[in-house]
C-alpha cells in the first residue's frame, strides 16, 4: 500500500536551516508528482511546492521561493525540502502528499518550529 514518512523537522532560530525527507513506498515512485504542504495553528493546510516525477517540473508557493529547495531521489524513493532563511512564520506542520488513482495519500506530518 503506498505509505509516505516525513522526517527532519525541528526547532531552528530564524534564518537558520532545516532539511526535510519524504520517503516514499508502495507505488511506482519516479512516475508521481510529489507534494509539500504545510499547517500552521489555525491556518488551512497550503501548498509549499512540488515536484514531477522525473524532478524536471518544480513549482514552489510564493512565499518560499528563492527560500526553499525541493528535489528527488528516485534511486531512494525519497523528496527533499531544503529550507532556509527560515522564517517564524514558516512554523507548521509539514506534509507530502502523492495522488495516485484519484486518491489523495499523505504522510503523518513532521514539525517544524522557528523561533528564537
Known amino acids: 500500500q503506498v505509505q509516505l514518512v516525513e522526517s527532519g523537522g525541528g526547532s531552528v532560530q530564524p534564518g537558520g536551516s532545516l532539511r526535510l525527507s519524504c520517503a516514499a513506498s508502495g507505488f511506482t515512485f519516479s512516475s508521481y508528482i510529489i507534494n509539500w504542504y504545510r499547517q500552521a495553528p489555525r491556518k488551512e493546510r497550503e501548498l509549499v511546492a512540488w515536484?514531477?516525477?522525473?524532478?524536471?517540473?518544480?513549482n514552489y508557493a510564493d512565499s518560499v521561493k528563492g527560500r526553499f529547495t525541493i528535489s528527488r531521489d528516485n534511486a531512494k524513493n525519497t523528496v527533499y525540502l531544503q529550507m532556509n532563511s527560515l522564517k517564524p512564520e514558516d512554523t507548521a506542520v509539514y506534509f507530502c502528499k502523492v495522488v495516485k488513482g484519484g486518491v489523495d495519500y499523505w504522510g503523518q506530518g513532521t514539525q517544524v518550529t522557528v523561533s528564537s
Open positions: 515536484i514531477s516525477g522525473s524532478g524536471a517540473g518544480i
